[in-house]
């Protein structure tokens, strides 16, 4: 009964004409959770092929003889499979040779209906083929498993490539899959559904970077500095990069020493603090007394950076290609920059021509190098007393919410979204200290007549404000100075580089990536500046894209804003209360970016770190109208 059946189904099925073959099945309704995360599936799978390509090209090429000798009997069988079906034509569809691969199974089954005998393909023969296809599968990979095992062995590159995507891929595509199904939701049910995200993989992040280190550090710094574009979790765990990177022991900062130094370390320094002061990306800081008395800061570097920096940078350029490729261009000229951190030399004569060139700011100290004992791996330079800005303003408030009996978080609330300026927290100083004379004045009398006599009594003393508005303006002043004047800058003023030092003085530190710009860029960039302190959107427009910013569509809107992110300002009438990495994926969206202003993505970084540091202080600060004043200097002296 049952060949019966099966005999009748077949004669009364459709026949299959060739335009059925190239039309294909008639779909079926997908539901529509399945489809969404067919569509995300598939997409990011396409995507992180792309990305790959190079991974994957660089370890065939050192795998290949491995996967060749392993993979021929599969080889053999594909093609004697292949010279049993009709070459497809070259009009066929892809439809058409897909459906065109299963023939073996529709030829016997037509042969076997022709005979009259209506039996069933023998079950044998098919199961002896699927075993053959995936016991050479197996083989592949297994094969592709040892070759790789092998390859990373060998290359270190490669290794840590394999650990950078193994770790990322799964955070960037469970963010990816929530990103997509909460598009359409309102924001503040977006953001609540991805705070289980940041919680779960901010320390993953964290763990991932001091994992494989180098400039993966660096990275983690940059987003440390962004409040306005980084989630509080990230910005929390990172926040420890600043500074306080795992560092190597004693004994290699010896070894690295004395071979530099060709001396023995007792015979270069007095004294020698085996605790570092800090860490880093690329090296290590101890504070250390000369036998002159000097009392000077020690950067080490470390062993493994520079041999891993190419291969590093290759994976995360690979990444972003895929996850975001409008930073590609910022990241090939961070990429260009890095390389002169790894000479201290060049650290050095840095340090020394900065220093020589800010005397005008006399509120402002660089460290100056000791020449004689500066090499490729060791920097020496004066110490500078002091600690990170954001430190002494975190402590500082801190002080003044446990005077209130407030913690510090109810400050910050209490007082959020307040401005002063400068003038306003001058005055406000004043007042206090003219408060502490007088609340004091009565203590004063006693103290000095009957305190004599008895117990004197203590004085009062109001904490005086940090004043924001001041340091901020100081420190866009002296990096616009450093630009437009003397066209040699830092091109990394990341909070971590600031000091706050006890003299009242800010101390500027690490002027490893430092970026000359010549006197025709400087002029272009104090046009820009001038433009979109005006609010002349054509001529924004018009000097971005002589810088070389260019998209696929050339708008308008595009250009004009990216130039705002670059060298303005990136509030909510910029980004429409998108943060940052939202604002530049919508703006890809728009419009892809073909090419950057490469050579002017060192100054945008500088604008971008100082206006962070200005978010995270809770001062918002626009770059164009603070560099105003020397562009217009630069300008009227040379094109006058």
Sequence with gaps: KTTSAATASHK???PETSQTLARGPTPRKTPAGMAFLWQVGTRTALRSTAAMSTAATALGRRCQP??????QPTQRLVGQLAR??????AAASPV??????????????????STGGGASLPARPRRRWLRRVLGGTAVVLAAGGVALKLAADRDKGLQRALTFWYNVMPMYIHYRVIDKYTQNWPQAKRDAEFEPLHEKYAPESLRIILLLRGFYIKLGQIGSSRADMMPKQYLKVLATLQDQVPFEDVEYVRGVVETSLGKKLEEVFEEFDPEPLGSASIGQTHRAKLKNGQDVAVKVKYPFVEEVFDSDMETIENFCRLAQPEHVPFLKEIRKQFMTEFDYRREANSLQEVHDNLQC???VEVPVPVMDLCTRDVLVMKFLKGVKLVDAIKAHFAAIAESRNQTLEQLIEEHKGETHTEFEMDTAARWMRLRNVTANAGRTIYNWTAGFFTASLEYTTTKQPVNIPRIMKLLLDVHAHEIFVDGMFNGDPHPGNILLLENGHLGLIDYGQVKRLPLKERLLLAQIICALDDGDDAKVIELHREMGFQTQR??????????????????ASVTGNRNLQQFVEHMAEVDPIETSADEFVMASRVSILLRGLGTHLSYPVATSRAWRPYADKLLQEHLA
């Excluded at 058409?96 to 209906?113: H, K, N, Q, Y």
Aim: hydrophobic fraction near 45%.
């Design 96 to 113: 058409t040779f897909v459906a065109a691969l299963g023939s073996p199974w529709r030829a016997m089954s037509s042969a076997t209906s």
């Design 12 to 14: 009364h099925r459709r």
């Design 554 to 571: 050339n708008v308008d809107e595009v250009c004009l804003k990216m130039a705002k992110i670059a060298f303005d300002r990136d509030d």
């Design 84 to 89: 049993q079906q009709p070459a497809p034509t």
């Design 361 to 363: 700011f006399p509120q």
């Design 66 to 71: 491995v996967v060749l000798a392993c993979t």
